[in-house]
């Protein structure tokens, strides 16, 4: 039977955060065993937001990869690579270029979105919004056909699957295959200040990184509800951060409903919710940052797995390149 293959990857922007974990880091460590994956650190990406701090965007290189191999994500199952060391994939880009209109790249929600966060307005760069499109070459480089991302990923796939029917139809080739996103269940985790979405750009992120004393610092400043004041008051559940923290983190579901219990009725302080998920995330992440501790120190190993990667990637995606050139009629 023929294997799945998996393309996924994340903008070495910064550390990884409890947002990815959720979102896609689990489901990562779960298709490694069933699957062929593919995980790539897309530097390309990150310099379309960062292309004045390329030393940033080289050191969470490694970081990145740190965090990766420390939630269990492991390089004799999963192929991790560098997107900038793979030729194909700019090349992709350039010819799929072609096949998308202007309008259609400015449509794009997610885009959108950052334009708007970035405050970029009419200087936003052609690299930028061209980055779906790169995007696309990642994802069809590898003729992948699952992609497991966040929700705010999901344009992507659906820019790219077009771009996969525009390209075989014009060109009169099967080469490219459409992909189909996989979210996980709790694909999105709201932010320590109870914003929708945890992230670097936004400052109220857990990285897995953080040492126990930064995370005591985030959980003890995380949103609850506005409104309950006093011990005695009764509290809300919904958007309360700590609660949706515990349901995903905590794994004594019988104490969870207790204390949820006890919060709605009133005489369960916030600082008791806190400590208890303090605790807990503690559990989750001490080992992480252990491993990660010992992974970061080793810049030689981390090295060795990039360009072993990097190495098997590019095998794959030459062969998918010569088939797309070939049906471009760009062979001499
Ligand atoms: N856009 C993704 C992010 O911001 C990163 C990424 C780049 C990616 N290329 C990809 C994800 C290909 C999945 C597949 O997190």
Not at 79 to 105: H, K
Not at 130 to 146: C, G, K, M
């Amino acid at each position: 039977m023929k294997k799945t293959v998996v393309l996924t990857g994340d903008r070495p922007s910064g550390p990884l955060h409890l947002g990815h974990y959720v979102g896609s880091l689990v489901s990562r460590v779960a298709l490694q065993e069933t699957t062929q994956q593919y995980v790539m650190i897309a530097d390309i990406q990150a310099l379309t937001d960062n292309f004045e701090n390329p030393e940033k965007v080289h050191n969470n290189v490694y970081e990145v990869l740190a965090d990766y191999l420390a939630v269990g994500i492991d390089p004799h199952k999963t192929t991790i690579f560098i997107q900038s060391m793979i030729p194909a994939i700019p090349e992709l880009t350039m010819y799929y270029m072609n096949l998308v209109t202007l309008a259609r790249v400015q449509r794009n929600p997610t885009v959108k979105n950052e334009i708007q966060q970035k405050g970029y307005g009419q200087t936003v760069t052609a690299g930028f919004v061209n980055y779906p499109i790169n995007q696309a070459a990642d994802i069809t480089a590898f003729q992948a056909t699952v992609v497991p991302v966040g929700q705010d990923q999901l344009p992507m796939i659906e820019q790219t699957n077009e771009i996969v029917r525009s390209f075989n139809r014009i060109y009169k080739t099967e080469v490219l295959v459409e992909a189909e996103a996989l979210v996980t269940k709790t694909a999105r985790l709201s932010g320590i200040d109870g914003q929708a979405k945890m992230s670097k750009s936004l400052g109220n992120a857990i990285f897995l990184k953080d040492t126990a004393d930064e995370l005591a610092q985030k959980v003890r400043a995380m949103y609850t509800d506005p409104n309950h004041i006093k011990v005695e008051d009764p509290g809300n559940l919904e958007g309360n951060t700590v609660f949706e923290y515990l349901d995903i983190f905590a794994t004594d579901k019988q104490k969870i409903q207790e204390l949820k219990d006890h919060y709605q009725k009133g005489g369960l302080g916030d600082s008791k919710v806190k400590q208890y998920l303090l605790e807990q995330l503690n559990a989750f992440l001490e080992p992480i940052r252990t491993r990660r501790q010992e992974y970061i120190k080793d810049k030689a190993y981390l090295r060795e797995i990039l360009l072993k990667g990097t190495s098997d990637a590019n095998h794959i995606t030459q062969a998918v390149l010569a088939q797309v050139k070939q049906a471009m009629h760009l062979v001499y």
